[in-house]
């Protein structure tokens, strides 16, 4: 088979971008890699086309190459086009190096045992080191980007391996201030130094000259890779690693290693040279490698960090955030051995006034409030790990920083967690506390003017989500403090009195805070609860509330108030609330009272379920004691093993309250199709093999096609009973195929609850069209042709040939697009408009039909489209 064309290709890329896995589970898939290593040497592709290949084993290196011996055949390969390449400038020779790199360590394949490795890092070293290998690398102005591409094809092979290129290090510090690419250098040789002075505190070696420029390997010399040391490292580096500390814990040792003064002299040469030429670097770079060099030398003995002071009159007053976050984390790890009590206090400042700025992006102003909100002092005053705001940061200096309604929700509860630390500092002067006071009193109203917004009726889910994460923060913060506390409550039970529907919000609130807030707003909202009537529209959120809140106290009161409600629980979910709140008492051993309540339900519930479970807690109340009960209601494996004979005569009691794993009892398939609605909806049927109550039914797409799917519930199924249609709405992300894993849950008549697996789902490309609105009558052909022109020239179009088989052309149109014929000139031609999910068109013109087929025009504003969309008409016939 010879080379594929460059539109086959296309059409390879595109199905394989939009489900990487369905297309290598396919009869392409497993060629795929093979085809792209030969056509990579046809003469018959262009360059572009080749570097798109190239992408692609970059973007699916793991799809290609699934295991270390793929993926060393395939970075032989690559190498072996790499040396074929003419002396001519191509710009195939950049990728092809990223291209071997990557199938080396994706693949699982970089080694002292592997070819491959051994023939790439001797070239990727040599290319660095700026050596002359031949004319096969090309010529002369080539060589520059490629000894770029070389230093970062050795940074990832270093990171993958730490301690690698140890014996390499003198050799790249020799090569800094050579002419060459000064970025790529700087930051291999920094990873490097970083990655030996771990290894070697691990292992209370010295440097033992690795810092001392050698010459470039040779085939015939010792080999310079030290893999034991890679292979113990083990360390994969994380430059932006949210604390120092938390990586230095893991890396035992790194403060024993103490250099000699040759060895000292020589590091801090080393780290002098890569600082100087720091200003050359992009910020980014600048900022990895602060990250990197601070993190090598904070562990070292007898090396100040002065070499990074001079380095700090020009970072200070940088408007670069991660220039900025660097310094910030050189603080956190050197603290007053490298910054003054005047740097402190200038940096604290800059920070301060910069939060204030009026036109910073959102992302931008979140990040200088957390640098305030985590900023390391010199000298904290407080235990390590509490939460306190800088010393030098008071009321006055944050004056500008108090949080406001107007603000976005990020920002106020950033702004918020910087009021609540001030709020919670002890103040000892009469100023300091008029302005705590102050503090208090703002913080108060705010508070207030968070609930006022989440009480309104209708209001958005934001505001109240807002109103309770504030809320949370502050309990946080102030716990120790009843007069915030205090006022806090009241206005969270007057927003409960307000709109009762935030009940799932007070029920995450109260599993989320401390004693402090939780057990006073416990009675509160209990007290709110029980003063209303059974008949309020709000019961079911009441009685949702009265679960979390209902204890063993004043249970006369909740008992009343159930009662009231009992006769207003007519369908089933208000039952299964009240059964809840039951529950809850149960857990607290209720009394008569609640006895009386359950054999009162028992017989008065309409649903069966719920008379069966109210019969099941009065037997339980009426016959456990205490112990016994509680293990029964929530079983656990800490509870201790029970003498009763109760007990030992059931012993699948526990069985019972848990989820049984059982083959499934019921079918479950897809109906047919369905084209009305502003989405596309699969129809299912399902078939009960056994009485199923309480079903439920949990889809999983495979792949990130779809959005996530909600579950579907039946309350019951009966076997020979016919059951309506179950419809679950689609949310496609791209117009594809898909299967979707079925998971079902349900209650058996014997009382257990029980789950299985169903078979898959498939969805079709067909079950995804969508009906354009029906233009006016004898619009229809003005109306296709527009959208036949706009497809063009950013979609694409083809042409498919449509077998008929036995059926004619009207019937096959009749059969499956009757729905999207928009202009038709029966049996001459027809219009098929059709949409797909989420934002795609795709337009059929229909040609005269022949004796074995029809010719199809298709055109689309997704070329993605157009192999699903040929797929699907050369199938019709045998549909």
């Known amino acids: 088979m010879g080379p594929l064309s460059r539109e086959a290709w296309a059409q390879r890329l595109g199905a394989l971008r939009a489900s990487p896995s369905a297309f290598m589970a396919g009869p392409e898939g497993e060629s795929l890699g093979r085809d792209l290593l030969s056509d990579l040497r046809s003469d018959k592709l262009t360059e572009q086309t080749k570097?798109?290949?190239?992408?692609?084993?970059?973007?699916?290196?793991?799809?290609?190459?699934?295991?270390?011996?793929?993926?060393?055949?395939?970075?032989?390969?690559?190498?072996?086009?790499?040396?074929?390449?003419?002396?001519?400038?191509?710009?195939?020779?950049?990728?092809?190096?990223?291209?071997?790199?990557?199938?080396?360590?994706?693949?699982?394949?970089?080694?002292?045992?592997?070819?491959?490795?051994?023939?790439?890092?001797?070239?990727?070293?040599?290319?660095?080191?700026?050596?002359?290998?031949?004319?096969?690398?090309?010529?002369?102005?080539?060589?520059?980007?490629?000894?770029?591409?070389?230093?970062?094809?050795?940074?990832?092979?270093?990171?993958?391996?730490?301690?690698?290129?140890?014996?390499?290090?003198?050799?790249?510090?020799?090569?800094?201030?050579?002419?060459?690419?000064?970025?790529?250098?700087?930051?291999?040789?920094?990873?490097?130094?970083?990655?030996?002075?771990?290894?070697?505190?691990?292992?209370?070696?010295?440097?033992?000259?690795?810092?001392?420029?050698?010459?470039?390997?040779?085939?015939?010399?010792?080999?310079?890779?030290?893999?034991?040391?890679?292979?113990?490292?083990?360390?994969?580096?994380?430059?932006?690693?949210?604390?120092?500390?938390?990586?230095?814990?893991?890396?035992?040792?790194?403060?024993?290693?103490?250099?000699?003064?040759?060895?000292?002299?020589?590091?801090?040469?080393?780290?002098?040279?890569?600082?100087?030429?720091?200003?050359?670097?992009?910020?980014?770079?600048?900022?990895?490698?602060?990250?990197?060099?601070?993190?090598?030398?904070?562990?070292?003995?007898?090396?100040?960090?002065?070499?990074?002071?001079?380095?700090?009159?020009?970072?200070?007053?940088?408007?670069?955030?991660?220039?900025?976050?660097?310094?910030?984390?050189?603080?956190?790890?050197?603290?007053?051995?490298?910054?003054?009590?005047?740097?402190?206090?200038?940096?604290?400042?800059?920070?301060?006034?910069?939060?204030?700025?009026?036109?910073?992006?959102?992302?931008?102003?979140?990040?200088?409030?957390?640098?305030?909100?985590?900023?390391?002092?010199?000298?904290?005053?407080?235990?390590v790990g509490e939460e306190t705001t800088p010393l030098l940061l008071g009321p006055r200096l944050c004056q500008g920083l108090l949080p406001s309604l107007l603000h976005d929700p990020m920002a106020l509860l950033a702004r918020l967690h910087l009021l609540c630390l001030l709020c919670a500092e002890d103040q000892e002067e009469e100023e300091e506390k008029g302005q705590a006071e102050s503090l208090q009193h703002y913080l108060e109203e705010l508070l207030a003017g968070l609930q006022r917004r989440a009480a309104l009726a209708g209001g958005p889910r934001a505001s109240a989500t807002l109103c309770f994460q504030a809320s949370y923060l502050v309990a946080h913060c102030l716990a120790g403090q009843p007069a915030v506390l205090t006022p806090l409550i009241q206005g969270l039970a007057r927003l409960y009195q307000a709109r009762p529907a935030l009940a799932p919000h007070f029920v995450d609130l109260l599993d989320r805070v401390g004693p402090e807030l939780g057990e006073p707003l416990r009675v509160v909202l209990w007290q709110e609860v029980v003063s209303e009537t059974g008949r309020d529209v709000a019961l079911r959120w009441h009685l949702q509330m009265l679960a979390k809140v209902a204890d063993g106290g004043a249970q006369s009161v909740t008992l009343r108030f159930l009662q009231a409600a009992a006769s207003y629980c007519t369908d089933w979910g208000l039952q299964q609330a009240l059964l809840g709140v039951c529950r809850t008492l149960l857990r607290a051993r209720g009394g008569g009272g609640l006895a009386d309540l359950l054999q009162a339900l028992a017989g008065q519930l309409e649903d069966p379920d719920g008379r069966d479970h109210a019969r099941l807690y009065y037997l339980l109340l009426a016959n456990l004691s205490g112990p016994k009960l509680a293990m029964a209601l929530g079983p656990s494996l800490a509870a201790p093993a029970l003498a009763s004979s109760l007990v030992a005569e059931n012993q699948g009691f526990a069985a019972a309250l848990t989820v049984q794993e059982a083959p499934a009892s019921l079918r479950l398939s897809v109906g047919p199709r369905r084209v009305e609605g502003p989405s596309p909806v699969l129809e299912l049927q399902v078939e009960a093999l056994q009485p199923l109550y309480s079903l439920e039914l949990r889809f999983r797409v495979e792949g990130q096609l779809y959005e996530p799917l909600g579950a579907v519930h039946v309350p019951c199924l009966c076997p020979g009973r016919p059951a309506r249609p179950l419809l679950l709405p689609l949310q496609p992300r791209r117009p594809a195929p898909t299967r979707l894993g079925v998971r079902a849950l349900y209650t058996t008549p014997t009382g257990l609850t029980c789950h299985a697996q169903l078979p898959p789902l498939p969805v079709n490309f067909a079950d995804l069209f969508l009906p354009f609105p029906q233009p006016p009558e004898g619009a229809g052909p003005g109306f296709f042709e527009e959208l036949w022109a706009t497809c063009l020239p950013e979609g694409a179009e083809s042409r498919v040939w449509c077998p008929l088989g036995p059926q004619g052309l009207e019937t096959l149109v009749s059969h499956h697009l009757k729905p999207f014929v928009v202009a038709a000139q029966p049996p001459a031609s027809y219009c098929v408009a059709i949409r797909l999910p989420p934002a795609s068109r795709l337009l059929l013109r229909l040609g005269v039909a022949q004796a074995d087929g029809v010719s199809v025009a298709l055109r689309t504003d997704d070329w993605a489209v157009l192999p699903l969309a040929g797929d699907y008409l050369r199938g019709l016939s045998a549909a």
Not at 154 to 167: I, M, T, V, Y
Not at 200 to 212: D, E, H, P, V
Not at 336 to 362: C, K, N, S, V
């Open 51 to 383: 570097v798109s290949l190239l992408a692609l084993s970059l973007e699916f290196p793991a799809q290609l190459w699934p295991d270390a011996s793929a993926a060393e055949a395939a970075a032989t390969s690559l190498l072996d086009t790499l040396v074929l390449l003419s002396p001519r400038p191509s710009a195939l020779r950049r990728p092809l190096l990223l291209a071997a790199t990557t199938a080396l360590v994706a693949g699982g394949a970089l080694g002292p045992t592997s070819g491959a490795s051994g023939r790439l890092l001797p070239l990727l070293l040599g290319l660095a080191a700026g050596r002359d290998l031949g004319p096969g690398f090309g010529p002369v102005s080539e060589q520059r980007p490629l000894q770029a591409t070389a230093c970062e094809c050795l940074r990832e092979l270093e990171s993958c391996q730490p301690g690698l290129l140890g014996g390499c290090l003198g050799l790249l510090r020799g090569l800094l201030g050579r002419e060459g690419p000064v970025q790529p250098l700087s930051l291999l040789v920094a990873l490097v130094l970083r990655n030996i002075l771990v290894a070697q505190a691990r292992a209370g070696a010295s440097l033992r000259g690795l810092l001392t420029a050698g010459d470039p390997p040779t085939g015939d010399g010792p080999c310079p890779w030290d893999w034991t040391l890679a292979e113990e490292g083990d360390i994969h580096l994380q430059p932006q690693a949210p604390s120092w500390l938390a990586a230095e814990e893991g890396e035992h040792g790194l403060a024993a290693l103490e250099p000699s003064p040759e060895e000292a002299r020589e590091l801090r040469a080393t780290v002098a040279q890569l600082l100087d030429a720091s200003y050359l670097l992009t910020p980014v770079a600048q900022a990895q490698l602060l990250w990197l060099l601070g993190w090598g030398l904070r562990g070292l003995r007898g090396q100040p960090p002065t070499l990074f002071k001079p380095q700090l009159v020009r970072l200070l007053s940088t408007a670069q955030l991660t220039l900025l976050h660097a310094v910030v984390a050189l603080k956190a790890a050197f603290g007053e051995a490298l910054f003054t009590a005047q740097d402190e206090a200038l940096l604290l400042h800059r920070l301060t006034m910069a939060a204030q700025h009026p036109a910073l992006p959102p992302p931008t102003h979140l990040f200088y409030l957390h640098c305030l909100l985590s900023f390391p002092e010199n000298w904290p005053l407080g235990p």
